[in-house]
């Protein structure tokens, strides 16, 4: 459960030709998703403790990414997709001595990139993909959660793979596990509701990914796609994110703001058990409630594909 929304906020429109189809222009009438645009700005907190959540994990793929590397190799990071740049900064703490930029489209979430480093992570507000070049080169090129923003993927991939110096490597944090959040029987509806919701969600994506300016359909074999970039594949690592029960106040709060945006987007396409099941879970005040529950826990997996540039 990332922090995606439906919908899009930009009107790119880049096509290109490879070995993938495209989808002309937007496709319209995903159903019953509701294709709510996103404000990438308004979800600034959500995004900032939804990266706190994976910390600890990111730090542990910024180690194994030193490693691959090699001693002093990376002078200059950049977070493609930053947001507001926790991830950047913790990129900053593994590599002292790199220069760490943060990228996004969004200034009001690099200006909490800057603030909340104090200057140590360096910004560059891009449009993707048309400002690729703004990028400039670098050693490490980390991507989580945002390539699949993009219409085209692999021409991205293809773009970042195009900015990194020789031996350089692109890391690109996409897919994973879903998180799991609460026990198999909850005492809510039917046993099942987690995965529903996941299948539920997955509509929902695949539905934004259809409206984004030129998409393309594309088997996400994300190693496949990395060579395809013209880089070698230096490995796909797993890191496990496990806040176990009883749950911190900040974490009660992030999966109460996903829910209630899991409510927004698909309370009409559940069905009334698992509509009744997710408004108990994102009541305020009763019991039942995700900020109240002592069952709740936050379980997921964040995985890195890495390709390194001969
Ligand atoms: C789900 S957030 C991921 C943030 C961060 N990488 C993380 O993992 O916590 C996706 C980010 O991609 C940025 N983004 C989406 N589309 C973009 C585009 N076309 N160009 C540049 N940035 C974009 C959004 O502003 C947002 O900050």
Redo the contacts with the bound molecule.
């Keep these: 459960m990332?922090?995606?929304g439906y919908g899009q906020?930009?009107q790119?429109g880049q096509q290109q030709d490879g070995q993938h189809r495209h989808v002309q222009g937007h496709v319209q009438g995903h159903g019953h998703v509701p294709a709510a645009d996103l404000d990438?700005d308004a979800l600034a907190a959500h995004?900032e403790r939804?990266?706190d959540l994976r910390a600890g994990a990111v730090t542990a793929a910024g180690q194994w990414l030193s490693g691959l590397a090699g001693e002093g190799a990376v002078r200059r990071v950049l977070?493609v997709?930053?947001?507001p740049g926790?991830?950047a900064g913790l990129l900053a703490e593994v590599f002292p001595a790199a220069e760490v930029v943060a990228?996004?489209?969004?200034a009001a979430?690099l200006e909490r990139a800057r603030a909340r480093s104090g200057g140590r992570v360096g910004t560059q507000q891009?449009?993707?993909?048309e400002e690729f070049d703004k990028l400039g080169e670098a050693d490490l090129i980390w991507?989580?959660?945002?390539i699949h923003?993009?219409g085209d993927q692999q021409a991205a991939l293809t773009a970042l793979a195009g900015r990194l110096r020789p031996g350089g490597l692109l890391a690109v944090?996409e897919s994973g596990l879903p998180p799991r959040f609460l026990p198999r029987d909850f005492g809510l509806g039917r046993p099942g509701f987690q995965a529903r919701l996941d299948a539920a969600h997955e509509d929902g994506f695949a539905a934004m990914r259809a409206e984004l300016p030129g998409t393309t359909e594309e088997i996400e074999d994300w190693p496949a796609m990395l060579r395809r970039a013209g880089l070698v594949p230096s490995g796909t690592r797993t890191f496990l994110v496990d806040h176990p029960a009883p749950l911190a106040p900040s974490v009660r709060e992030y999966l109460h703001t996903q829910l209630v945006r899991r409510h927004d987007q698909l309370a009409e396409v559940l069905g009334p058990e698992d509509r009744a099941t997710l408004e108990a879970l994102i009541d305020r005040d009763g019991g039942t409630g995700i900020l109240r529950r002592g069952d709740a826990f936050y379980l997921s997996a964040m995985t890195v594909h890495s390709g390194r540039r001969g």
């Excluded at 990228?103 to 969004?106: A, E, H, L, M, Y």
């Design positions: 990332s922090a995606h906020q930009h790119h990438w995004l939804e990266a977070d997709g930053a947001g926790v991830i990228v996004d489209q969004s979430l891009a449009d993707l993909p991507s989580g959660n945002a923003h993009l944090a």
